[in-house]
């Protein structure tokens, strides 16, 4: 062989060495990638049956007044929405074990072509050992050669001969191991998908069954249209107070920074300029849009941002500007960011408490007690007050508000989703 061939020969020994390498890192990260997929899967099928016990026990809480009433009814949608997107999950997961059930069958129909060719290299390989396991022969063989450089080449070639033969049996015992564990896993995987059908179908039976019952809610709560005529005209009436206050709130800060710059011998438009210190606090804040802490350790969002229909009234939109957190009784709110406390108010149905994060105000209220005071500087999760329950609902909520200067945001683009 001369050095051109051999030179050709460690490139292309080289190069397969490479691409094998890169196969199995390629495979090793595609298992990895799908365990974190099935990982998240899980996680995400396991935060909806959280949400579904808190669902059950708030609906626990309102049913413990006399009649039904519109809070049993929105909770009961989000039980419905939840009960949907854990099918939804349960779906997904099904959806994944089929895709690693046909992964299994490849990988398990790729070692049985593989164990089928080893066994039948082996074979031969045992068949040529037969026809020359005569120690004669052997010594024939290595005295025949020319001289003593292949008579030492042919002795190492039997020695790779006996070696590759054990390999060869090693090779068989490890794939034969990996193809009965490829067995076992397609065995786990077809019983747990078995499992995941029947709890779909399951949950696909009580989610009909909530639905049939929600129709008749809602049939039942048309009847008392008078009513609730009369309560939408309370919350939109609290609302307004809310809204009129926060106005006020941010017009007085104003008129007293101008004062404030008068005095000081500035100009009027300087006074409204935040501190190093404040643009730090409102950019920190910024940044965390989508990531803040919710302002209740446990709760469901049973009121949504914006205009949205009315659940029973037909032809009536409800305005929010915020998001109604349902909760249990005694829950206490937590401030989501941290800031200064800029008024608390006393309003229809409770107090309010409002902070300032540079240039945001976020807004608590719906609250039976109060923990801070004007001024006072809270850190994210400090206790600011005491979620209130409707006597008449028995529901109990915070009203969570973001506004950026007089722009009303939506709470919920702003908090974290509870996953």
């Not at 196969?23 to 996680?43: H, K, Y």
């Not at 959806?95 to 129909?109: G, L, T, V």
């Amino acid at each position: 062989m001369n050095t051109t061939t051999k030179h050709i020969n460690t490139l292309f020994s080289h190069h397969r060495f490479v691409v094998l390498m890169f196969l199995c890192v390629f495979i090793l990260g595609t298992r990895i990638v799908l365990a974190q997929d099935r990982q998240e899967l899980e996680r995400n099928k396991q935060q909806i049956e959280r949400e579904i016990v808190l669902i059950n026990q708030l609906l626990q809480e309102t049913q413990s007044t006399a009649e039904l009433n519109l809070s049993q009814l929105v909770i009961t949608n989000n039980k419905i929405q939840s009960r949907k997107n854990l099918i939804t999950s349960i779906s997904n997961e099904i959806d994944f074990i089929n895709r690693r059930i046909n992964e299994i069958n490849n990988e398990k129909e790729q070692l049985e072509n593989e164990l089928k060719a080893l066994r039948e290299s082996y074979a031969r390989m045992i068949f040529y050992a037969q026809k020359n396991r005569n120690s004669y022969q052997r010594m024939m063989f290595l005295f025949s050669s020319r001289d003593f450089n292949q008579a030492y080449l042919r002795l190492r070639y039997l020695q790779q001969l006996t070696r590759h033969r054990q390999i060869q049996a090693e090779k068989i015992v490890e794939t034969s191991d990996k193809l009965q564990q490829s067995v076992d896993q397609l065995e786990e995987q077809k019983q747990e998908q078995q499992e995941l059908l029947v709890r779909q179908n399951e949950e696909i039976s009580v989610l009909n069954q909530e639905r049939n019952e929600q129709a008749k809610n809602v049939d039942r709560l048309k009847s008392k249209e008078k009513e609730l005529m009369q309560q939408l005209r309370e919350q939109e009436k609290a609302a307004q107070d809310l809204q009129r206050a926060i106005q006020e709130v941010i017009a007085e800060e104003r008129r007293r920074a101008a004062e404030a710059a008068r005095e000081q011998g500035r100009s009027v438009s300087e006074a409204f300029r935040l501190t190093p210190e404040e643009r730090l606090l409102s950019d920190n804040f910024a940044e965390n849009k989508g990531k803040l802490p919710w302002p209740l350790e446990r709760g469901i969002i049973t009121g949504s941002f914006g205009e949205q229909p009315h659940p029973v009234l037909p032809g009536i939109t409800i305005v929010n500007n915020g998001i109604d957190i349902s909760t249990t009784q005694g829950s206490a709110a937590r401030a989501i960011f941290e800031g200064t406390v800029s008024r608390v108010l006393n309003i229809p149905g409770g107090y309010a408490v409002i902070v300032r994060h540079g240039e945001y105000l976020s807004v608590y209220s719906n609250l039976s007690e109060v923990f801070v005071n004007n001024g006072q500087r809270v850190l994210p999760g400090d206790e600011i007050g005491i979620a209130a329950t409707d006597t008449r609902e028995a529901q109990t909520f915070v009203h969570l508000e973001i506004w950026y200067g007089n722009k009303k945001q939506n709470p919920a683009d702003w908090i974290t989703r509870q996953r």
